[in-house]
């Protein structure tokens, strides 16, 4: 096995974010979850009491999100949901990074909200913003990881996924400014392999998708044939 695909599972948060999720689907998602020993379940905050509950005794952890997808709550609603969230059994938070501020080089602002949040947080909850890379220039992006950095944040993640997906280069350009300080995780449009490989390689330690068990089969498929 290509050794950058050998914890491949221990990548993906699992995940289930689209607005009409119900409960049968996010009590499947831990199910999966746990048979696949993914690292974690990411779910809209409704939902982490459920997950809780289904995951109880397991090895998964439990992802929530914050601003999420559109970015542009106060940065006090933003906080409620983090805090809250973890309240509830969250052991990991997606922020949304306020986009609006970021196309505009508002860069303190965004700082000042990371730091905000994380400064709320318990210290062993880790805390990934989004940045939705897609929307930023190449420029931009490394700003928005600084941001990340010096907010104190553990993670700079690509996108939401409901506006484009991640690319290679959008990870490369955010691994390299990142300079090992903070990780980066890629999400949005994860469907192959291939990208997982791809990504990976590129700087990602952790992969954000919704296809995380069909992957695990392609997977499965690959080694049965070498």
Known sequence: MNDILADLNRR??????KPEVDEKTVRKLCREAIEHDFYSVAINPAWIRTAADELRGSNVKILSVA?????????????FEAVKGVD???????????????????????????S?????????????????????????QVEAVKCVIYGGAQFVKTCTGFFGGATVEQVQTLHKAAGGKIE?????????????????AAGA??????????????????????
Do not use: Y
């Not at 601003?67 to 906080?79: D, I, M, N, W, Y």
């Open 12 to 17: 993906f948060d699992h995940a289930a974010l």
């Open 67 to 79: 601003g999420f997808p559109l970015s542009a709550a106060r940065t006090e609603v933003k906080l």
């Open 88 to 114: 509830d059994g969250a052991h990991e938070i997606d922020m949304v990074a306020n986009v609006g501020w970021l196309v505009s080089n508002r860069f303190k602002e965004v700082e000042a909200e990371i």
């Open 116 to 140: 905000e949040i994380r400064n709320k947080l318990p210290f062993n909850i880790v805390l990934k913003v989004i940045i939705e890379a897609g929307k930023l220039s190449i420029e931009q």
């Open 184 to 200: 980066v995780k890629a999400s949005g449009g994860i469907r192959t392999l291939e990208q997982c490989r791809e990504l990976l």
């Open 205 to 226: 330690t952790r992969l954000g998708s919704s296809a995380s068990v069909d992957i695990m089969a392609e997977l499965k498929q690959t080694l049965g044939n070498t």
